[in-house]
């Protein structure tokens, strides 16, 4: 097959998954300047590049959000750099992921996240209040509107060097690693990369969950469901769901960023349900490495769950690039 032959495939290939509703966003390239400024503020080493695609696969609707925000500081500036991603996967509806979508971050600024210096604690304790005010004000509306979805949540926090990830259910977020302390080899050879999954999934069925829920007077099936009906047992909303143990309350974890990071994948559970950790993230490398913007990566990762490993759920997935100086 002749090499034009195989880049008219390619483009006729990507044409058709803009057409099947392989939804990416505009592309977000960050523009930041490295160094120290005049308030001696360090400022990060690298640059962020950011896209997201989702599609609904099999479903009749679409009840996945998402966010990208390279400058997250709205209200609330200061000299921290501020950068925010995340996926709300909903279920029972939309309503729930999309009032996290828009509350959330916000709500977190509002608690106290850092924007002169990194404060792990501080920053552990924003999101933390974040979340469950956004889960409150989110219960109170669901009663007054009369409706019961509820959205689990994997969430990017980008302040200055330093990454905080923070979840809900089973939408997982996954960094890739260099394994040799490199970023890329003179040589050209491609450098070996391990997936490492920063998030914790909740489900009923976990010990440490099952206890909770039986302490509330719930109960977990055989087949993992919570009360024979929900798989996850942390997420936003669920109102009838959380007298019997379903809380808001996220894992919370944090760490540098330094030549050794390449990216992250932010994915829900449908794209989970097809590609493994490390299978995804040699997926996205490869295509990275030929040189595709990270738009095109993204759409390719959900076209590859949905199209070729028929994932049946709603799939979204934002790819966060660390571009180091």
């Given at each position: 097959?002749?090499?034009?032959?195989?880049?008219?495939?390619?483009?006729?290939?990507?044409?058709?998954?803009?057409?099947?509703?392989?939804?990416?966003?505009?592309?977000?390239?960050?523009?930041?300047?490295?160094?120290?400024?005049?308030?001696?503020?360090k400022?990060?080493?690298?640059?962020?590049?950011?896209?997201?695609?989702?599609?609904?696969?099999?479903?009749?609707?679409?009840?996945?959000?998402?966010?990208?925000?390279?400058?997250?500081?709205?209200?609330?500036?200061?000299?921290?750099?501020?950068?925010?991603?995340?996926?709300?996967?909903?279920?029972?509806?939309?309503?729930?992921?999309?009032?996290?979508?828009?509350?959330?971050h916000?709500?977190?600024?509002?608690?106290?996240?850092?924007?002169?210096?990194?404060?792990?604690?501080?920053?552990?304790?924003a999101?933390?209040?974040?979340?469950?005010?956004?889960?409150?004000?989110?219960?109170?509306?669901?009663?007054?509107?009369?409706?019961?979805?509820?959205?689990?949540?994997?969430?990017?926090?980008?302040?200055?060097?330093?990454?905080?990830?923070?979840?809900?259910?089973?939408?997982?977020?996954?960094?890739?690693?260099?394994?040799?302390?490199?970023?890329?080899?003179?040589?050209?050879?491609?450098?070996?990369?391990?997936?490492?999954?920063?998030?914790?999934?909740?489900?009923?069925?976990?010990?440490?969950?099952?206890?909770?829920?039986?302490?509330?007077?719930?109960?977990?099936?055989?087949?993992g469901r919570?009360?024979?009906?929900?798989?996850?047992?942390?997420?936003?909303?669920?109102?009838?769901?959380?007298?019997?143990?379903?809380?808001?309350?996220?894992?919370?974890?944090?760490?540098?960023?330094?030549?050794?990071?390449?990216?992250?994948?932010?994915?829900?559970?449908?794209?989970?349900?097809?590609?493994?950790?490390?299978?995804?993230?040699?997926?996205?490398?490869?295509?990275?490495?030929?040189?595709?913007p990270?738009?095109?990566?993204?759409?390719?990762?959900?076209?590859?769950?949905?199209?070729?490993?028929?994932?049946?759920?709603?799939?979204?997935?934002i790819?966060?690039?660390?571009?180091?100086?």
């Amino acid at each position: 097959m002749s090499e034009s032959t195989e880049t008219q495939k390619r483009q006729a290939a990507d044409s058709e998954s803009k057409e099947n509703a392989v939804a990416s966003k505009k592309p977000k390239v960050e523009s930041c300047g490295t160094g120290t400024d005049g308030n001696a503020v360090k400022k990060p080493s690298f640059l962020i590049e950011a896209d997201a695609a989702e599609d609904k696969g099999a479903r009749h609707t679409m009840e996945d959000a998402s966010v990208m925000l390279l400058d997250a500081s709205l209200d609330y500036p200061g000299n921290l750099r501020c950068a925010h991603f995340a996926i709300y996967d909903g279920h029972g509806g939309r309503l729930a992921a999309e009032y996290a979508q828009k509350h959330l971050h916000r709500n977190v600024l509002s608690a106290g996240l850092p924007r002169e210096l990194f404060d792990a604690k501080e920053a552990r304790r924003a999101i933390l209040n974040g979340f469950l005010k956004t889960d409150e004000s989110l219960l109170q509306e669901s009663a007054e509107g009369g409706w019961q979805d509820g959205a689990t949540a994997v969430c990017v926090w980008v302040l200055g060097q330093r990454v905080v990830v923070a979840n809900l259910g089973d939408a997982k977020a996954v960094l890739a690693r260099s394994t040799d302390g490199s970023q890329n080899h003179p040589d050209g050879v491609q450098t070996q990369l391990k997936a490492i999954v920063l998030t914790r999934e909740h489900k009923p069925i976990f010990p440490l969950e099952r206890a909770r829920i039986e302490k509330a007077g719930g109960f977990v099936c055989p087949d993992g469901r919570l009360l024979a009906r929900l798989e996850i047992s942390r997420a936003f909303g669920d109102r009838q769901f959380k007298k019997v143990g379903v809380v808001a309350t996220p894992d919370i974890y944090n760490f540098e960023v330094n030549n050794t990071e390449h990216f992250i994948i932010l994915g829900c559970d449908g794209l989970w349900g097809v590609f493994g950790p490390s299978d995804a993230v040699d997926f996205v490398q490869k295509l990275l490495n030929e040189g595709l913007p990270v738009a095109t990566v993204s759409r390719r990762l959900v076209r590859e769950a949905v199209r070729e490993r028929r994932c049946k759920d709603n799939c979204s997935a934002i790819i966060i690039v660390f571009k180091h100086n």
